[in-house]
């Protein structure tokens, strides 16, 4: 056989074998790339099922610690808003005097704590209602020492009993109450200025 053909028939030769290599590196690495990325799968397949607990904790950490702010949140302003009520109404009251129907608030005050006593009794009161409880306490010892809104402070001769009914006493007597009956109001009112960062405040 010719040189040159036996030349030809080992570079076809050559050529198949390069072929035939290419071909299965070629499905070699397509086996390895497979198999990595199942690998790759399952492990992150794994982390998943590891982490999802983990991340579910946190999720529901993070959902009660912001209820638990919200509830703060919320309670601080309700408290803030109550504040400003009662101030509010010690501002009123601390005025009442001026108004045209103090007198007879002063006497229901004032029949209020004479009733919880027996016997002669002693007055203490504002120097402010010195007229009006002259008229309606004529002939009773009366010292006009006190400094308050409004009523009186009334004890037995010997001390012992004591009645304060002023106005500062009964709205602080009050207070519970209207913690009780006013705090629920302030729902729809914080809920209408929930998208406000600040509470707004109002005047008395």
């Known amino acids: 056989m010719p040189l040159a053909d036996i030349l030809s028939a080992m570079e076809q030769e050559v050529a198949a074998e390069i072929r035939r290599v290419e071909e299965q590196t070629a499905a070699s690495v397509a086996e390895m790339r497979a198999s990595a990325e199942r690998d790759a799968q399952a492990i992150r397949e794994r982390h998943r099922r590891e982490m999802l607990p983990l991340l579910q904790h946190e999720r529901a950490r993070r ?46 005050l004032v029949q209020e704590a004479l009733a919880q006593l027996d016997g002669a009794v002693i007055v203490r009161a504002d120097p402010r209602d010195e007229k009006i409880l002259h008229t309606l306490l004529e002939g009773m010892p009366i010292e006009f020492d006190l400094e308050t809104w409004g009523g009186i402070e ?12 002023t106005l500062e006493a009964r709205l602080e007597q009050a207070e519970v109450v209207l913690r009780q009956s006013i705090m629920p109001l302030f729902e729809s009112q914080l809920a209408d200025s929930s998208a406000n960062s600040e509470l707004v405040q109002g005047s008395c």
């Open 154 to 165: 009334a004890r037995t001769l010997d001390g012992r009993i004591r009645v304060v009914n």
């Open 63 to 108: 959902l009660n610690r912001a209820r638990l702010d919200s509830l703060r949140a919320s309670s601080s302003a309700r408290e803030q808003l109550f504040t400003q009520a009662l101030g509010c109404a010690q501002e009123r009251l601390a005025q009442l005097r001026s108004d045209p129907g103090y007198a007879d608030i002063l006497r229901a």
